[in-house]
């Protein structure tokens, strides 16, 4: 099985910077796209940024210039950078991997959700 495990949410004012960590592990073989998601209150989950295992990116337009996506393949691990964050980027940001376990084919994983918080 693969698990996803998210940390660096929290509360932080209007302008401020929040990194998101999301550590694989489990019986992995190969990792493909790494990304992020994000739920509000009320909404459907919606794409924030998604990165290849080749580090090809794609950004939501409401975040181009202010988040970074970025990976480090031999910790499975992938990264948000949030800069200049305003109170409508406030929500529950999900991992999401597509992820061959060993002895099994490609599949979609969950982390199980980190809540961000922006105060105006």
């Known amino acids: 099985q693969v698990q996803l495990v998210e940390s660096g949410g929290g509360l932080v004012q209007a302008g401020g910077s929040l990194r998101l960590s999301c550590a694989a592990s489990?019986?992995?073989?190969?990792?493909?796209?790494m990304g992020w998601y994000l739920q509000a209150p009320g909404k459907q989950r919606e794409l924030v940024a998604r990165i290849s295992s080749g580090g090809r990116t794609d950004y939501a337009d409401s975040v181009k210039g202010r988040f970074n996506i970025s990976r480090d393949n031999a910790k499975n691990t992938v990264y948000l950078q949030m800069n200049s964050l305003k109170p409508e980027d406030t929500a529950v940001y999900y991992c999401n991997a597509y992820v061959r376990a060993r002895m099994r084919p490609f599949n979609t994983y969950w982390g199980q959700g980190t809540q961000v918080t922006i105060s105006s």
């Open positions: 489990g019986s992995i073989f190969i990792i493909d796209t």
